[in-house]
């Protein structure tokens, strides 16, 4: 089926057991999937314990902001511009801490404790 079809159509399809895809416009490009999909990927590499994942939070901001923004939901763009600022410091910290060397010793703790 092309083109949008109405919510008693989708409800039907439901019932028969077909997936259904909501979208808020035909002419839009569903920026919405974006940033979900970001924020799902760099949630996913938070919980895994990776911290690479500066880059695409800043991705989904950007992508937040200017939809909402769009959209005229104020309020929220103002929540994820908010969150933003805290992603861009995050970033150039991490991306500071990264290009720190720190020298490694071989020497064991606790031959230290005993030789002190």
């Known amino acids: 089926m092309t083109g949008l079809a109405t919510i008693g159509r989708a409800l039907e399809e439901l019932r028969l057991g077909r997936p259904v895809l909501v979208v808020d416009d035909e002419d839009r490009e569903n920026e919405g999937d974006v940033v979900l999909a970001g924020s799902m990927l760099a949630t ?5 314990g990776w911290v690479e994942f500066w880059l695409i939070w800043i991705l989904v901001d950007i992508v937040g902001v200017t939809t909402l923004i769009q959209a005229e939901y104020y309020p929220t763009a ?3 511009l908010f969150y933003a600022v805290f992603v861009v410091i995050g970033f150039v910290v991490w991306l500071r801490a990264s290009r720190t060397v720190v020298e490694v010793t071989d020497t064991d703790p606790s031959e230290q404790a005993v030789s002190a």
């Open 44 to 48: 996913y590499g938070m919980a895994r």
């Open 78 to 80: 103002g929540m994820y």
